[in-house]
DNA sequence: TTAAATTTGTACTGAACGGTAAATAAATAT
DNA sequence: ATATTTATTTACCGTTCAGTACAAATTTAA
């Protein structure tokens, strides 16, 4: 089956391309937060008039759902990747050293787009809050999953506490989002989570 | 001189209390953010109306900086003292336990006014956010200052380096100020502060 | 008792907010 | 050719935003 490209469709042809758009949606909120971006900001920076973007993505709420899940589909992607990683050390190395790569990469805003897309927020953006809060969540749980599995096979202690130990990392994480946003380099985050690395359970197997 | 109670003004006296005002103000904008504190919230939380509030504290930028004035002298002025504790351990210990217990505590909202006050924002709030940006770039300073204090007492190894060392802290409790709002209890804050300490350099004067 | 000073309440301002109606343009299907 | 479908453009909607003009109210000073 060719779905790829279903031309020959009716209608007025899309002037836009929709996939770019969205990645240029993405820049908008991943800098100002969901609350930040103005809908003028977003059609001035995705080149569109108004009612095609409300047309081709909904309204804001669902943009934003939207360009949220390219980000984890794209930049974010590494994430469960460096989940696979044959011991938890190796696995949180590889997590924190890419996240540090990411939150500073200068070809994209700084920070991370689920920690702070709608950190505080007004009344009328608790939604996306609490979805948000979520991912976080999500995340947090993936990493204890990880800890869970490193006991099983031997390269955690087992007695070390997998859930506290995950939130640990997940704090790591968040606060390193925060020092980036506040201009924090790359070669400053690595300092960081190498502070972690020295401390971590189950030293031994580096 | 009595500057107290400069009594018997001129003119139709004030019908609200300065510093309990204040106090609301400061409590909204901890919850919602300065971008996500409207003046509608504002003026419903203090009891007033819109021009006294003007009168009083100048604009919603002004009113910011006051709150954040005295949250900074009020519930955050925990964070200097634990400066003075004798070692760098103990300072460590007293200002991420004193801080799990403030993120927490139901009697405020949840979060650090510092990290969370403007941390992605629209164009409008640039000058506030930076502004925080610099409030925490101060208390990691301090943090920096009192751990070369530290090497300089013996109670830090001389080979540690004291800006890692605070950034790495200052981003703990950055970390911990958004898992605080993100519905992280006291008690889970404290395992992830025990961690930290387990971890600290020098640990052997405990 | 009147004047001066200050705060209060009401009602408003222009700008920005998210969102949309309606006409026009550009494509395919018949 | 004409109808149908979809996208674009312009111009607008009502609401909320931060901020204020103005007059009434309440105090002290003269």
């Known amino acids: 089956m060719n779905t790829v490209k279903p031309n020959k469709t009716r209608g007025r042809p899309r002037a836009f391309d929709h996939e770019e758009a969205l990645g240029k949606a993405l820049n908008v909120f991943w800098t100002r937060g969901y609350e930040g971006a103005s809908m003028a900001e977003l ?51 590889k997590f924190l050293r890419k996240s540090a790569e990411l939150l500073t990469n200068p070809n994209n805003p700084r920070g991370c787009m689920i920690v702070q897309g709608a950190l505080s927020c007004g009344q009328g953006s608790e939604l996306i809050q609490r979805e948000l809060i979520t991912y976080r969540k999500n995340y947090e749980d993936r990493l204890k999953q990880r800890f869970e599995l490193a006991q099983k ?18 704090t790591i994480h968040q606060g390193m989002s925060v020092q980036a946003t506040s201009g924090a380099s790359y070669e400053e985050l690595i300092a960081v989570v190498n502070t972690v690395l020295d401390n971590l359970p189950e030293n031994q197997n580096r």
Chains 1, 2 share one sequence.
């Not at 804001?60 to 390219?70: G, S, V």
């Not at 096979?153 to 997940?170: C, E, M, R, T």
Request: no cysteine.
């Open 43 to 93: 059609t001035d920076a995705l080149g569109i008039n108004r009612p095609s973007l409300y047309a081709a993505f909904g309204n804001k709420e669902e943009l934003f759902r939207k360009a949220l899940a390219k980000y984890l589909a794209g930049p974010v992607s590494y994430a469960e990747a460096t989940m696979h990683e044959p011991t938890a050390r190796k696995a949180v190395e």
């Open 153 to 170: 096979q031997g390269d955690l202690p087992g007695d070390s506490n997998a859930a506290d130990l995950a939130k640990y990392i997940a």
